[in-house]
């Protein structure tokens, strides 16, 4: 299973954040930092201020940071909200679909990717950093 692009600016941009504590950062700047749009990282902020992973003021002295603590942010939920078909396979046009068990097989799987994310926030992504693990 590959996530997409928009899931890991999703979480580049919360690891970023959690870097700050509880300080506003501007988008530009984590745009800038990691290389990413800061049109389409608008969009993700968005997205995760409305799901409540992050808090999101404008204006002056405004900016965006963690709507809450690191270790209450779960990589599940985030991976869910960024990848909200996510697909293994489509079966609508194969003529095999009566016969054949793939597609329940890979559901167990992806329930299974799922459960282990649910096993982690994002405060064990930076504790792993931080320790030089990957």
Do not use: W
């Amino acid at each position: 299973m590959q996530l997409t692009r928009h899931t890991d600016y999703a979480l580049r941009l919360l690891i970023h954040l959690a870097g700050y504590e509880k300080e506003r950062v501007q988008i530009a700047e984590v745009a800038e930092a990691q290389g990413i749009s800061r049109t389409h990282l608008m969009k993700i902020a968005s997205e995760l201020a409305h799901a409540g992973f992050i808090e999101a003021v404008r204006g002056r002295g405004g900016g965006i940071r963690l709507a809450r603590d690191a270790a209450k942010i779960n990589l599940g939920d985030v991976i869910r909200v960024t990848e909200p078909g996510c697909a293994l396979i489509d079966c609508t046009d194969c003529r095999l679909v009566r016969i054949c068990a793939l597609p329940g097989i890979l559901d167990e799987a992806k329930s299974a990717f799922h459960a282990v994310l649910a096993r982690h926030s994002l405060a064990d992504i930076l504790s792993r950093e931080v320790a030089g693990e990957t």
